[in-house]
């Protein structure tokens, strides 16, 4: 709290006088550096101690040697910056290592956060067990179409696909898409892969401009269309940012829209499990901040 006084300043009065400012986004943003393990080094190591002592494993040296870094909204403005091991995360990057999801749990024996502690595929909830689904099984997914039967009509020439969103082939969510170096590793902003046959059935071709709509949205993209892709399914690689190179919708007249615009939530009841270890549900609730009269 001392450290976000210093950067941010102070709110002068009223209940929160004294207190850090947030009163913008850049103040926003220092506060969540600033109480992150992966973006300052003296949290990553507290964090770790405390796990040291939960578990009886020896931890805060993967992060005893960034303890008095901290990377601030300015460094981040200025170039990609590596961050620091965490307790916050499953994977190690101290040494120089590249991330590798579940290092800690295997290197160190930090427990998974199941009920044995260990990786298992048999869950013995009640509901799973009604539903048989203690294991992992495979369940055809749903025609949405056919469900809601309330969909856009095709305009023009168009092809009915399923639409995936695997995660991204070339970085970890948006970050630094708009560098030279990213564009050139692919087409310079949103696309979307699809098959020869898809392709042709409606007269696309490689490179091509093309929107993909449902009930949910549409989303602009250029098409990649690759022999790889089976006929019927296309793919549109998650959290491409929307603000390189998208034009507007020829069918909204909006700016065309991003990975998940196509996409909703549908939950099953297993999702509902909750306080039984790795299952674990959340409802959050937004709603409008009304001052008090």
Same mark, same amino acid.
């Given at each position: ?114 009920? !044995? ?11 799973? !067990? ?139 009841? !297993? ?23």
């Amino acid at each position: 709290m001392e450290l976000l006084a210093q950067v941010n300043g102070v709110i002068a009065d009223g209940p929160m006088a004294g207190r850090p400012s947030l009163t913008t986004a850049r103040d926003a943003c220092e506060m969540i550096l600033a109480l992150s393990g992966t973006t300052n080094g003296r949290v990553a190591v507290e964090g770790f101690r405390a796990l040291e002592k939960r578990t009886g494993q020896r931890l805060a040296d993967l992060a005893e040697d960034h303890e008095g870094n901290r990377i601030t909204f300015a460094d981040t403005q200025a170039r990609p910056v590596p961050v620091i091991t965490s307790p916050e995360w499953s994977g190690s990057e101290h040494g120089g290592r590249r991330y590798t999801a579940f290092a800690i749990n295997v290197e160190r024996l930090k427990p998974w956060h199941t009920l !044995t502690g260990r990786q298992h595929f048999f869950i013995d909830h009640d509901w799973m !067990t009604e539903l048989g689904e203690q294991l992992p099984t495979f369940r055809p997914p749903l025609n949405m179409q056919r469900i809601s039967q309330d969909g856009p009509q095709p305009d023009g020439a168009a092809v009915e696909v399923r639409y995936l969103t695997p995660h991204s082939k070339w970085s970890i969510h948006s970050n630094y898409q708009d560098n030279q170096y990213m564009l050139s590793l692919s087409r310079g902003g949103p696309d979307v892969w699809m098959s020869v046959e898809d392709a042709e059935s409606i007269g696309v071709k490689d490179n091509d401009w093309i929107e993909a709509y449902n009930r949910n949205g549409v989303v602009v993209a250029r098409a990649v269309v690759s022999h790889r892709m089976p006929r019927g399914t296309v793919y549109m690689y998650h959290a491409k940012d929307r603000l390189v190179d998208v034009p507007l919708s020829e069918k909204s007249g909006r700016r065309g829209g991003i990975h998940n615009s196509l996409t909703r939530l549908v939950l099953k009841p !297993t999702h509902l499990i909750g306080g039984y270890a790795q299952p674990v549900f959340r409802l959050q609730l937004l709603r409008p901040h009304r001052k008090p009269a």
